[in-house]
């Protein structure tokens, strides 16, 4: 009898026949790698070692000559408003410059026209800052005159940083933006409605962001937080609870919202009324009706919209913006020696909803060549029963992300030969946040134009915006608690929320265009000796070199720690040495033309908003 498997005849073989030939081959047996591509490291000689990935701290040129020739970047950043107290006086400038040098630290980034729009420096364009949260500076003193000076005398390397499009601070409300509304980003919102199913399908206006009642008259809310509802309530006031689909489970009493309501199912909601509210939630929403949450265009400029993020951003579509903000760059070259501008995360859009201005409707209109449905031929929101936002992608959608990207990218080159033609000695670099897949919604392609990974969006069109070539340095946002990535891996965490892991995928970014060092912050490190000793190590080793973020951040802590890594031994940075990095592109050029590739680029996922 022939055995049947799942309907198939299997055929029997004889004893004498030889064995059938596998359809696919196997491997042939191999002696397997010897070592892990994790091996003890030390970066910094000084700090114990720590388990570092050597296979993918070693890509690239820029990092084998770095690592030749012993050089590290060694950068303190310095936030304009955070630190005023500390650069009102010269001789607090010459303390604390002669302080970061004994450290061992080689280069200094100086914020001196931060996202309020005002800067440190007496500006034609710009008004002076003079006041902080308590802290002044006196009218005739120029700090940056004082920290050039310094910085010279101690060997320093002096970088400004300036903030392109931010031009106010929503906290103190001030800033050219404010004087000049026409400026401001517009901001692609909504106004958001619930609508009932039941005849007439009657409609009634949605407070526009979640957990918030601004009054306690005719207002219908939504609360994914029981602790944010308003603690005195009308007494006719009503609720609903909703489910992901808007279905509504129950209704309340507005007196039993916090203490009795049962739980807010995942995606769901508890709608809250007053008033007119109120008597909506009472006529139309009943046990089993069905709400539906819908949203119409709102274009609204950034400062009335607070909530949303502290810098005032403006319109980097709008022409005198543009040309201010070169004109600021040039009126800072023209008048201070300094080694180099760095543009701070400012050098892009507030978001996936900015900028919807006119000015940027006709250039989009002419980038494609027709009228647009606007905002529907670019994406249009739709909203979720718990106020969360979707995106339906319009037919010009992915167009939209590179004539954004381009945009920014233009602007970059133009800074650039500002650069060029009034301090041609300067380096020129930017500052960003290091989860490169979160930029597209905001415009800044800042990896080399040859950069090719994993990205959906990274298409050969997006590629061509990328501005790393425009670039000397490169400064990411790292500012993860965790160093490594095997200590995420020990502690079963995402790899890609690492310092290394991050410096290593904007090392690959920049694919050798610019030197690329790694941002850290005091801060999100919690301020704590060992932490900071371990990111360091790490930066160091996935990049070629560090910068601290910030001075302001209780730095009195962990001064000990950088003069223990740096050992007070003077080392140069790379971009201190003239001509290296033209010659590691022309390098990299020549074994591009010999057809010689690196690894493919891993993509370790990052976390939103880090370095933002």
């Known amino acids: 009898m022939v055995p049947m498997v799942l309907g198939l005849t299997v055929a029997m073989a004889s004893g004498t026949d030889a064995p059938p030939k596998p359809s696919y081959p196997t491997l042939p047996v191999r002696v397997p790698p010897r070592t892990s591509r994790f091996q003890l490291e030390t970066p910094f000689p000084g700090l114990p070692p720590i388990l570092l990935d050597a296979d993918g701290n070693g890509v690239g040129l820029a990092q084998q000559t770095a690592r030749a020739r012993q050089l590290q970047a060694r950068m303190l950043w310095i936030d304009a408003t955070a630190n005023l107290g500390r650069v009102n006086s010269r001789e607090k400038i010459d303390e604390l410059v002669r302080r970061i040098a004994a450290a061992g630290f080689n280069a200094v980034a100086f914020d001196v026209k931060p996202i309020v729009g005002k800067t440190l420096y007496p500006s034609r364009l710009a008004p002076k800052m003079l006041e902080w949260r308590g802290n002044r500076l006196p009218e005739d003193f120029d700090p940056l005159a004082a920290m050039v000076e310094a910085c010279k005398r101690e060997g320093l390397s002096l970088f400004v940083s300036l903030n392109a499009f931010s031009e106010g601070h929503r906290d103190v409300e001030q800033g050219p933006a404010y004087l000049n509304p026409e400026w401001q980003t517009v901001l692609y919102d909504i106004e958001g409605f619930v609508s009932s199913s039941t005849p007439g399908r009657p409609t009634f206006r949605l407070m526009d962001r979640p957990n918030a009642m601004t009054t306690l008259e005719d207002q ?241 069109q997006y590629q061509q915006t990328g501005f790393a070539d425009l670039l000397d340095v490169f400064i990411a946002g790292c500012y993860y608690p965790t160093a490594t990535i095997a200590e995420a891996m020990q502690a079963g965490q995402p790899t890609g929320t690492t310092v290394e892991a991050s410096g290593q995928l904007v090392n690959r970014l920049i694919d050798d265009m610019a030197w690329t060092y790694a941002g850290l912050s005091i801060e999100a490190l919690g301020g704590d000796r060992v932490r900071l000793q371990r990111a360091l190590q790490a930066a160091a080793a996935s990049t070629q070199g560090v910068m601290v973020f910030d001075l302001s951040h209780n730095i009195d802590r962990v001064w000990s720690v950088f003069q223990q890594a740096f050992g007070g031994r003077k080392v140069k940075a790379p971009h201190q040495v003239p001509g290296l990095l033209a010659e590691v592109r022309r390098r990299k050029r020549l074994l591009r033309e010999e057809g010689v590739r690196e690894p493919p680029v891993v993509i370790n996922p990052g976390a939103a908003g880090t370095g933002l």
């Not at 760059?329 to 701070?344: F, K, P, R, T, W």
């Not at 859009?349 to 009228?371: H, I, K, N, P, Q």
């Not at 954004?404 to 300067?426: F, I, K, M, Y």
């Open 220 to 460: 219908l809310a939504v609360f994914t937080d029981l602790s944010r509802v308003p603690q005195r309530l009308n007494g006719d006031s009503k609720a609903a609870v909703v489910d992901a689909r808007g279905v509504v489970l129950a209704q309340l009493d507005g007196s039993v919202v916090r203490a009795q309501s049962p739980a807010i199912p995942a995606g769901g909601s508890i709608l809250v009324g007053i008033g007119r509210g109120a008597e909506f939630l009472r006529s139309h929403a009943r046990a089993g009706d069905r709400l539906s949450f819908e949203c119409k265009p709102d274009f609204v400029p950034i400062t009335r919209r607070p909530w949303q993020q502290v810098p005032v951003m403006v319109s980097p579509h709008h022409p005198e913006v543009r040309r201010r903000a070169l004109e600021v760059l040039g009126e800072l070259l023209a008048n201070y020696d300094v080694d180099g501008v760095l543009y701070d995360d400012r050098l892009r859009y507030s978001g996936l909803s900015g900028d919807f201005s006119e000015w940027a409707r006709r250039e989009f209109e002419a980038y494609v060549g027709e009228r647009l449905q606007w905002p529907d031929d670019v994406f249009r929101w739709t909203l979720q029963p718990d106020l969360t936002r979707g995106v339906v992608p319009g037919k010009w959608f992915d167009a939209w992300l590179v004539f954004r990207a381009q945009t920014l990218r233009n602007w970059v080159a133009e800074a650039r030969d500002v650069v060029e033609r009034l301090r041609p000695s300067a380096l020129f670099g930017v500052y960003a946040g290091s989860w490169y897949g979160e930029y597209v919604n905001i415009g800044s392609n800042y990896a080399a134009s040859t950069a090719q990974a994993g990205f959906r969006f990274l298409t050969p």
